[in-house]
């Protein structure tokens, strides 16, 4: 099983980065996936989720109107675009798997870093 997390980087406050993950190894479409981060001393938390067939999206409060997950089970891969960033948002982003009858798995994460 790979988790391949890729667009991270450096942004000003205000603009928009968008984050994908690579699947392989498990089937992709009937596995939940989920975007976690952690930022530097602070535990690591839930940014959004999507269902196995893209019908339900969840989100945490501090990001529900300017983050957008999203998944295409063709390409085996979950994105999450991020709008109107915030220096709060700087963080480590990890990819996610998990399903009712398996592990969850973890990406490697990528940096993402909101600054002026």
């Known amino acids: 099983v790979q988790l391949v997390e890729s667009g991270g980087g450096l942004v000003q406050p205000g603009r928009s980065l968008s984050v994908s993950c690579a699947a392989s190894?498990?089937?992709?479409?009937?596995?939940?996936m989920s975007w976690y981060r952690q930022a530097p001393g602070q535990e690591r938390e839930l940014v959004a989720s999507?269902?196995?067939?893209?019908?339900?999206?969840t989100y945490a409060d501090s990001v529900k109107g300017r983050f957008t997950i999203s998944r295409d089970n063709a390409k085996n891969t979950v994105y999450l675009q991020m709008n109107s960033l915030r220096p709060e948002d700087t963080a480590v982003y990890y990819c996610?798997?998990?399903?009712?009858?398996?592990?969850?798995?973890w990406g490697q994460g990528t940096q993402v870093t909101v600054s002026s």
């Open positions: 999507i269902s196995s067939g893209g019908g339900t999206r």
């Open positions: 190894g498990f089937t992709f479409s009937s596995y939940f």
């Open positions: 996610s798997a998990a399903a009712a009858w398996s592990r969850r798995y």
